[in-house]
């Protein structure tokens, strides 16, 4: 996540900055003059695990630090060392480090960390729960979730593994209880007795258990615990080791293992086309050996062992590769997957960063080739017979394959990229691959070769100035960069970061930089993105970063979803929403438009059809796509060579540029329809006049 003017860009062409004083009049040709097709998967999601968007966030799972694999770290810096390090970690003594967090003792219980007797070699640390020889009532675990748990009348599925201790087993056990509970009141929404053998109940292996737990009712409020109970007077004076604690509400289109379901239904809303996972950073992981490796989040949750995230918290790798492709299946989108390409970050990030050296580099080609087989092999071969075995028998198909992340932080991608494309494509030959460094951004000086047929994933993190001054930035693009024609591009990751200042965007966290997307943040992009849509034939793909934001952590604000454990608190921002209906209003084909009154800026324009509702040239709902940066109104003429009947219109708008969406006023910015009179349409149904509101992008609907 860098701006790209840092890196020495060069900006092609900027719009004028003539002001549009005398209003606007637009020729738009329907009937008459060249179209292009639009780009079919122009609007789409990037993911990676920052802002606990992933585990806490988007991958269901209710339980926090379910398996002991690891903990929080603080990445500072100290004025007689070099670079950053660890400078505060939850585990005091080893930084990422097991730890106990979420977890909480009931009754006269004591909960520690033990590593004599682990689950799997993959989690190597349980938990040791003793229950004191005097122990009465109710005794056992608890945990708080991700800053609580949701609790509706709705079926939750529990599952945990246990062992007894062998030399004090007292084999008297007949029934554990899980239940949910208020974490305020002690009340108990759900519980379920799971009967025990205690005598057959072995010391040797772990015992998965699991249970369904039905609440009645809707708790009031997300501050909720989960607990794993015994009777003291059947276990006094017994020790058990326990891990894998699972809880999971009903998931997106009831996958095992599988999404959260309310955040899944909000970005399915807007339409995406694609998917682009895993990173961002968390790929290359911060050093080579703790980079996203595919072969480590797959199959059982027993062999998973996780990884230190690359945003400070610990990523338990339940949401995998694999349910990263059903995820795309689900939502019936492409998968765009990014493979490591042997280039990690470091924890100093002082440059350069860690680079597989050169002839070492084969390895880390053959894990990637391995990774596209297991997705799209037959049963036939190795890797597709094991995802196979893993539930999924039917192959995937994956249009497109990044090569690495924002390389244009290293000075070796002009080498790395062509041994593993060269590699990939003999294999692939249908597929698209995405290089991270192009021309403008090689810190080497030496260009990166991205052969025809190919993209480049290029970075925006700037101010709305800046998408207002660079409108006309991909109009020229391929012939200015000496690709030519046959070199697309993908924005993979791109927003209004901060406020228009001298200096430009503001990448500290002071008071330049935006804390959520306001308006003018949205009017920014939303310019960029109308740059997108009428220039179909460079830019292909794009997606907005970052895409989800835990309200209780986080590493980077502004973003596009946030959320906390409680559905109700979920906010759609104002930069989701223009989106939104982008997507949903793309048309088919771009549609010829001549200004002939007035210019861009304050207003900028788009025009496209759906052509193929009808089938005819003159036929369709035509889109019109309006944006006023100016806080006063503007009138706008449409002239058209075909007859209008009726204009709808989509309008998302505020007087107050710097407003947002927010925790209890999250719709404060959202799109409001609305339909023109009659009387706005002339000339024998030719002509639409419209008064563009101040600050407010709108699509209008013509049939």
Same mark, same amino acid.
């Given at each position: 996540?860098?701006?790209?003017?840092?890196?020495?860009v060069?900006?092609f062409?900027?719009?004028?900055t003539a002001?549009?004083?005398?209003?606007?009049?637009?020729?738009?040709?329907?009937?008459?003059g060249t179209?292009?097709?639009?780009?079919?998967?122009?609007?789409?999601?990037?993911?990676?695990?920052?802002?606990?968007?992933?585990d806490?966030?988007?991958?269901?799972?209710?339980i926090?630090?379910?398996?002991?694999?690891?903990?929080?770290?603080?990445?500072g810096?100290?004025?007689?060392?070099?670079g950053?390090?660890i400078?505060a970690?939850?585990?005091?003594?080893?930084?990422w480090?097991?730890?106990?967090t979420?977890?909480?003792?009931?009754?006269?219980?004591?909960?520690?960390?033990?590593?004599?007797?682990?689950?799997?070699?993959a989690?190597?640390?349980?938990?040791?729960?003793?229950?004191?020889?005097?122990?009465?009532g109710e005794?056992?675990?608890?945990n708080?979730?991700?800053?609580g748990?949701?609790?509706q009348?709705?079926?939750?599925?529990?599952?945990?593994?246990?062992?007894?201790?062998?030399?004090?087993?007292?084999?008297s056990?007949?029934?554990?209880?899980?239940?949910?509970?208020?974490?305020?009141?002690?009340?108990?929404?759900?519980?379920e007795?799971?009967?025990?053998? /205690?005598?057959?109940?072995?010391?040797l292996?772990?015992?998965?258990f699991?249970?369904?737990?039905?609440p009645?009712?809707a708790?009031?409020d997300?501050?909720? %615990?989960?607990?794993?109970?015994?009777?003291?007077?059947?276990?006094?004076g017994?020790?058990?080791?326990?891990?894998?604690v699972?809880?999971?509400?009903?998931?997106?289109?009831?996958r095992?293992?599988g999404?959260?379901?309310?955040?899944?239904?909000?970005l399915?809303?807007?339409?995406?086309?694609?998917l682009?996972?895993p990173?961002?950073n968390?790929?290359?992981?911060?050093?080579?050996?703790?980079?996203?490796?595919?072969?480590?989040?797959?199959?059982?949750?027993?062999e998973?062992?996780?990884r230190?995230?690359?945003?400070?918290?610990?990523?338990?790798?339940?949401?995998?590769?694999?349910?990263?492709?059903?995820?795309?299946?689900d939502?019936?989108?492409?998968?765009?997957?990014?493979?490591?390409?042997? =280039?990690?970050?470091?924890? %100093?990030?002082?440059?350069p960063?860690n680079?597989v050296?050169?002839?070492?580099m084969?390895?880390?080609?053959t894990?990637?080739l391995?990774q596209?087989?297991?997705a799209? /092999?037959?049963?036939?071969?190795?890797?597709g017979a094991?995802?196979?075995?893993?539930?999924?028998?039917?192959?995937?198909?994956?249009?497109?394959?990044?090569?690495g992340?924002?390389?244009?932080f290293?000075?070796?991608y002009?080498w790395?990229?062509?041994?593993?494309?060269?590699?990939l494509k003999a294999?692939?030959?249908?597929?698209t691959?995405?290089?991270?460094?192009?021309?403008?951004?090689?810190?080497s000086g030496?260009?990166?070769? +991205?052969?025809?047929?190919n993209?480049?994933?290029?970075?925006?993190?700037e101010?709305?100035?800046?998408?207002?001054?660079?409108?006309? =930035?991909?109009?020229?693009w391929?012939n200015?960069?000496?690709?030519?024609?046959?070199?697309?591009?993908?924005?993979?990751e791109?927003?209004?970061?901060?406020?228009?200042?001298?200096?430009?965007?503001?990448?500290?966290?002071?008071?330049?930089?935006?804390?959520?997307?306001?308006?003018?943040?949205?009017?920014?992009e939303?310019?960029?993105?109308?740059?997108?849509e009428?220039?179909?034939h460079?830019?292909?793909?794009?997606s907005?970063?970052?895409?989800?934001?835990?309200?209780?952590?986080?590493?980077?604000?502004?973003?596009?979803?946030?959320? %906390?454990?409680?559905?109700?608190?979920?906010?759609?921002?104002?930069?989701y929403y223009?989106?939104?209906?982008?997507?949903?209003?793309?048309?088919?084909?771009?549609?010829?438009v001549r200004?002939?009154?007035?210019?861009?800026d304050?207003?900028?324009?788009?025009?496209?059809?759906?052509?193929?509702?009808?089938? %005819?040239?003159?036929?369709?709902?035509?889109?019109?796509?309006? +944006?006023?940066?100016?806080?006063?109104?503007h009138?706008?003429?449409?002239n058209?060579?075909?007859?209008?009947?009726?204009?709808n219109?989509?309008?998302?708008?505020?007087?107050?540029?710097?407003?947002?969406?927010?925790?209890?006023?999250?719709?404060?910015?959202?799109?409001k329809?609305?339909?023109?009179?009659?009387?706005?349409i002339?000339?024998?149904?030719?002509?639409?006049?419209?008064e563009?509101?101040g600050?407010?992008?709108v699509?209008?609907?013509?049939?």
């Amino acid at each position: 996540m860098v701006p790209l003017v840092a890196l020495g860009v060069l900006l092609f062409s900027c719009t004028t900055t003539a002001q549009n004083t005398t209003g606007l009049t637009l020729e738009i040709s329907v009937a008459s003059g060249t179209r292009n097709k639009t780009a079919p998967y122009l609007h789409g999601l990037f993911f990676e695990d920052i802002n606990h968007s992933g585990d806490g966030g988007l991958y269901a799972e209710l339980i926090r630090n379910r398996a002991f694999q690891g903990s929080d770290v603080t990445i500072g810096g100290s004025s007689n060392i070099k670079g950053s390090h660890i400078v505060a970690s939850e585990n005091p003594l080893v930084p990422w480090g097991p730890t106990l967090t979420g977890w909480r003792a009931i009754g006269s219980a004591r909960l520690s960390l033990d590593v004599l007797n682990p689950l799997s070699t993959a989690l190597p640390t349980v938990m040791r729960v003793d229950i004191p020889v005097d122990a009465t009532g109710e005794v056992g675990i608890l945990n708080e979730g991700w800053w609580g748990m949701d609790i509706q009348p709705q079926e939750y599925t529990a599952s945990f593994y246990i062992k007894p201790a062998q030399a004090v087993y007292s084999k008297s056990l007949t029934h554990i209880t899980t239940s949910l509970r208020s974490n305020a009141t002690g009340e108990i929404w759900a519980a379920e007795e799971i009967r025990v053998d /205690g005598p057959t109940l072995s010391t040797l292996e772990y015992t998965q258990f699991r249970s369904t737990l039905f609440p009645a009712k809707a708790a009031p409020d997300s501050d909720n %615990t989960f607990a794993v109970t015994f009777n003291a007077s059947e276990v006094a004076g017994n020790s058990f080791f326990v891990s894998l604690v699972s809880l999971f509400p009903p998931t997106y289109k009831d996958r095992p293992n599988g999404l959260r379901k309310d955040l899944a239904e909000v970005l399915a809303e807007i339409r995406p086309k694609f998917l682009r996972f895993p990173g961002g950073n968390n790929l290359e992981g911060l050093t080579i050996q703790t980079r996203w490796q595919w072969k480590k989040n797959i199959g059982p949750l027993t062999e998973r062992p996780g990884r230190p995230g690359d945003w400070s918290y610990y990523n338990t790798d339940g949401l995998g590769y694999l349910e990263f492709l059903e995820w795309c299946e689900d939502m019936e989108i492409e998968p765009l997957l990014s493979v490591y390409a042997g =280039y990690s970050l470091d924890i %100093t990030n002082i440059s350069p960063a860690n680079t597989v050296p050169q002839e070492s580099m084969q390895p880390y080609i053959t894990e990637a080739l391995e990774q596209l087989e297991y997705a799209m /092999g037959s049963t036939e071969t190795k890797w597709g017979a094991l995802r196979a075995s893993h539930g999924h028998p039917s192959p995937f198909q994956i249009r497109f394959v990044e090569i690495g992340n924002e390389d244009f932080f290293s000075s070796s991608y002009y080498w790395r990229f062509p041994l593993f494309y060269s590699a990939l494509k003999a294999v692939y030959p249908n597929v698209t691959f995405i290089a991270t460094q192009a021309t403008e951004s090689s810190p080497s000086g030496i260009n990166t070769a +991205i052969p025809a047929g190919n993209m480049w994933d290029m970075h925006h993190y700037e101010t709305p100035q800046f998408f207002k001054d660079n409108f006309n =930035y991909f109009d020229n693009w391929q012939n200015a960069s000496g690709y030519g024609d046959g070199v697309q591009i993908f924005v993979g990751e791109y927003s209004v970061l901060s406020r228009d200042r001298p200096g430009g965007v503001d990448w500290s966290n002071g008071v330049g930089r935006f804390a959520y997307p306001t308006m003018v943040a949205a009017i920014g992009e939303a310019i960029y993105g109308l740059a997108m849509e009428r220039n179909p034939h460079v830019v292909q793909l794009s997606s907005y970063a970052p895409l989800l934001q835990n309200f209780n952590a986080y590493q980077w604000t502004p973003n596009f979803i946030a959320f %906390t454990a409680d559905t109700k608190d979920t906010v759609r921002s104002t930069s989701y929403y223009w989106q939104k209906m982008f997507s949903w209003y793309k048309g088919t084909e771009t549609l010829p438009v001549r200004n002939s009154e007035g210019g861009f800026d304050p207003v900028w324009w788009h025009a496209a059809i759906d052509a193929e509702e009808t089938g %005819t040239l003159a036929a369709g709902r035509v889109y019109v796509k309006l +944006i006023n940066a100016d806080t006063t109104p503007h009138a706008i003429t449409l002239n058209l060579d075909v007859k209008v009947s009726t204009v709808n219109g989509t309008i998302l708008t505020n007087e107050d540029e710097y407003a947002f969406n927010y925790r209890n006023n999250a719709t404060a910015i959202s799109p409001k329809t609305f339909t023109l009179d009659e009387s706005v349409i002339g000339n024998g149904g030719k002509q639409v006049t419209y008064e563009l509101p101040g600050l407010a992008i709108v699509v209008l609907e013509l049939k």
